[in-house]
Nanobody, 114 residues
Framework: VQLQASGGGLVQPGGSLRLSCAAPGISFSITTMHWYRQAPGKQRELVASITPSGGTSYADSVKGRFTISRDNAKNTGLLQMNSLKPEDTAVYYC?????????WGRGTLVTVSS
């Protein structure tokens, strides 16, 4: 199963982007969704997570600016990113995990620059 991440692009500091992650073919309602990011020369880091029941958690660096959500009817995870900063520049990956396995998307590039 290949997740399909989209929504990245070039945005100015202070701007917003919304990332989507389609997860076809998995039991989405029992799946925890995660968003990771990897900046050039840095390790991949966990940005946000959402459980099947809707519980959320965030990295300290994005709290108050990013919002993770899910649409179980569409098997889609979402990451709303506001007040973007240059240090948010990275490739963003979605990850889905349930009792049947773990699945990754290819990543979508977010560049925050003036």
């Amino acid at each position: 199963v290949q997740l399909q991440a989209s929504g990245g692009g070039l945005v100015q500091p202070g701007g917003s982007l919304r990332l989507s992650c389609a997860a076809p073919g998995i039991s989405f309602s029992i799946t925890t969704m995660h968003w990771y990011r990897q900046a050039p020369g840095k390790q991949r880091e966990l940005v946000a997570s959402i459980t099947p029941s809707g519980g959320t958690s965030y990295a300290d660096s994005v709290k108050g600016r990013f919002t993770i959500s899910r649409d179980n009817a569409k098997n889609t995870g979402l990451l709303q990113m506001n007040s973007l900063k240059p240090e948010d520049t990275a490739v963003y990956y979605c990850n889905a995990r349930n009792i049947r396995g773990a699945y990754w998307g290819r990543g979508t590039l977010v560049t925050v620059s003036s």
